[in-house]
Every structure is written in C-alpha cells, then in structure tokens.
C-alpha cells in the first residue's frame, strides 16, 4: 500500500469537512444519503484519523487545537455511525447530536479558514 502525500492526506482530511456542515440540511434527501453514508462514512475513519492528524499537525497544516477538534468530531461520527438509529437522512436533519456534528464540522473549516487564506489553500493542497 502506497503511502499518502501530506497534500493528498489534507485533501482527504478536506473533502471529508466539507462533506459535512449546516449547509448539508439545505441538501436534497438523496444527496444527504449520497455524500454522508456513501462517501463520508468511507473516507472520514482515515481522513480524521490519529496517523492523518499528526501527519498535518507535524507539518503545521493544522494546529493542535483543530486537531482536537477534529478527533471530537471523528469520535463523535464514530458513535452517530453505532447507534443505526441516528444514521440515516432523517436523523441529520432532526437530531441535536447531528446539529452538534455539522456545527463542529463549521467550526473546524472555520480555524482552517482563519489560518490560510483560499490561495494558501491551494498552494498546500498542491493546485
């Protein structure tokens, strides 16, 4: 298995974030199906992971505290994703514990946003 680059392991850790966050209640049914339980539930176990959080913060993509913020919200998914009964559409758009995660998921590409501007951004993701 191929190792990640630091831009390819931010562009996961990315895509993941922007998968989620209050916007996705103004989402379709089938696209909120699409882009949390197809796409997201894939690729955010890595993407928020230990390994990809140290890999970023080892580099100074992100700081300690996103760090922590962003293994709240992997823990957070983790548990939504064990309970069967808060994954699914309906869930994301009546639950407080939903709420809890798109508002963290905001608050985390916030701090990014504060940190880097749109061409950091793009410089450090390799564009």
């Given at each position: 298995?191929?190792?990640?680059?630091?831009?390819?392991?931010?562009?996961?850790?990315?895509?993941?974030?922007?998968?989620?966050?209050?916007?996705?209640?103004?989402?379709?049914?089938?696209?909120?199906?699409?882009?949390?339980?197809?796409?997201?539930?894939?690729?955010?176990?890595?993407?928020?992971?230990?390994?990809?959080?140290?890999?970023?913060?080892?580099?100074?993509?992100?700081?300690?505290?996103?760090?922590?913020?962003?293994?709240?919200?992997?823990?957070?998914?983790?548990?939504?994703?064990?309970?069967?009964?808060?994954?699914?559409?309906?869930?994301?758009?009546?639950?407080?514990?939903?709420?809890?995660?798109?508002?963290?998921?905001?608050?985390i590409k916030e701090l990014i946003h504060q940190k880097w501007t749109?061409?950091?951004?793009?410089?450090?993701?390799?564009?």
């Amino acid at each position: 298995m191929e190792k990640l680059t630091t831009e390819q392991s931010f562009e996961y850790y990315l895509s993941s974030l922007n998968r989620l966050g209050m916007n996705t209640l103004n989402l379709e049914d089938k696209e909120i199906k699409h882009e949390i339980f197809e796409e997201l539930a894939i690729d955010y176990p890595a993407s928020f992971s230990q390994y990809t959080r140290e890999v970023l913060e080892d580099n100074d993509i992100i700081d300690r505290n996103i760090s922590l913020l962003s293994k709240q919200l992997q823990t957070k998914l983790l548990e939504l994703e064990r309970g069967e009964v808060f994954w699914n559409v309906k869930a994301v758009k009546t639950t407080s514990e939903w709420k809890e995660v798109l508002q963290l998921s905001d608050e985390i590409k916030e701090l990014i946003h504060q940190k880097w501007t749109n061409e950091e951004l793009n410089f450090l993701l390799g564009k």
